[in-house]
C-alpha cells in the first residue's frame, strides 16, 4: 500500500470478463460489510444480489503495509482476454474502481503492476 493516513483500505479483487463486465470476485479485503458501498462499482455489481460472497475476505490493510491474498483463477482464463481488477476504497477518502487493473496473460501473471491509487503494486506469482 502507499503511505497514506487514515482507515483501512477496503480492497476488492474481481475477475472481470472479455466484454468488460463482473464474473466473480475473487477476494475482499476488509470483512465489515458496512462498508462495501465504498467499493462503488463492485457494490453494484454485488450489493443488488446480496448472496454471499463467492471469495475469501480478510481485514483492511492500512497505509504502508503489505499483505498477501492467494486467489485462484481457472487455466481457461489464462490469455482468452479476461482480466483482474483491484479496486480499493478508504473512509471518507478516494475510491478508485481501477487502482489496478491488467489482463490474465502468461506475461503479466509473473509481472510487478504498479498501482494509481492506494495500492502501491500488485506482484503476482504463478503456482
Known amino acids: 500500500m502507499t503511505n497514506y493516513t487514515g482507515e483501512g483500505a477496503y480492497i476488492v479483487i474481481s475477475l472481470i470478463n472479455p466484454e468488460g463486465n463482473y464474473e466473480k470476485t475473487l477476494y475482499v479485503k476488509g470483512d465489515d460489510d458496512e462498508w462495501y458501498n465504498t467499493v462503488e462499482s ?10 454471499n460472497i463467492d471469495a475469501i475476505t ?22 482468452k482476454g479476461y482480466k ?40 503476482m506469482m504463478p503456482q
Open 84 to 123: 483482474l481488477r483491484f479496486e480499493s476504497a478508504v473512509e471518507d477518502q478516494e475510491y478508485y474502481k481501477n487502482d489496478v487493473e491488467f489482463e490474465i496473460t502468461s506475461q503479466n501473471v509473473k509481472s510487478k503492476i504498479e498501482g494509481k491509487g492506494f495500492i502501491r503494486y500488485i506482484r
Open 42 to 51: 463492485w457494490w453494484d455489481f454485488y450489493g443488488k444480489k446480496r448472496t
Open 58 to 79: 480478510g481485514a483492511t490493510i492500512s497505509g504502508g503495509e503489505r499483505a498477501i491474498s492467494i486467489i485462484e483463477i481457472d487455466d481457461d482464463k489464462l490469455d
